[in-house]
C-alpha cells in the first residue's frame, strides 16, 4: 500500500524558512522521481518541484527558483523542500506526489504553510 506522508508545515513570518519532509512507502522510492505540488486557496494545483530518483536533477518552478531547495534520503525514503526567504504568495497546502505512469498519481494529505506577519 503507497502511502505519503507530508509533514513540517505551520505558520511562518515572510522572509522565514520551514523544511517539509515525506515520508514514503509501499514502493521502491529510490527508483522513482519525486515531485512537490501545492494548492493555494481557491486555486488548482500548482507543481513546484521534482527531483530525479538519484537526487542529482532538481528542477523548480520559477517562482520559488533560488529560495527552495528540494532533496531526498533515498535510504530513508524521505522527500525534503527546503523553503527559504518565504512569501505570503506560498500560502498553500504542500503535497508530495508519486507518478509511477502517466496515468497514475499519488499524494499524500499534505501540510499546510501559512506565510503572514
Known amino acids: 500500500q503507497v502511502r505519503l506522508v507530508e509533514s513540517g508545515g505551520g505558520l511562518v513570518q515572510p522572509g522565514g524558512s520551514l523544511r517539509l519532509s515525506c515520508a514514503a512507502s509501499?514502493?521502491?522510492?529510490?527508483?522513482?522521481?519525486m515531485n512537490w505540488v501545492r494548492q493555494a486557496p481557491g486555486k488548482g494545483l500548482e507543481w513546484v518541484s521534482s527531483?530525479?530518483?538519484?537526487?542529482?536533477?532538481?528542477t523548480y518552478v520559477d517562482s520559488v527558483k533560488g529560495r527552495f531547495s528540494i532533496f531526498r534520503d533515498n535510504a530513508k525514503s524521505t522527500l525534503y523542500l527546503q523553503m527559504n526567504s518565504l512569501k505570503p504568495e506560498d500560502t498553500a497546502v504542500y503535497y508530495c506526489?508519486?507518478?509511477?505512469?502517466?496515468?497514475?498519481?499519488?499524494r499524500g494529505q499534505g501540510t499546510q504553510v501559512t506565510v503572514s506577519s
Open positions: 506526489t508519486w507518478r509511477p505512469s502517466t496515468t497514475t498519481s499519488y
Open positions: 509501499g514502493f521502491s522510492f529510490k527508483s522513482y522521481t
Open positions: 527531483i530525479n530518483n538519484g537526487g542529482t536533477s532538481p
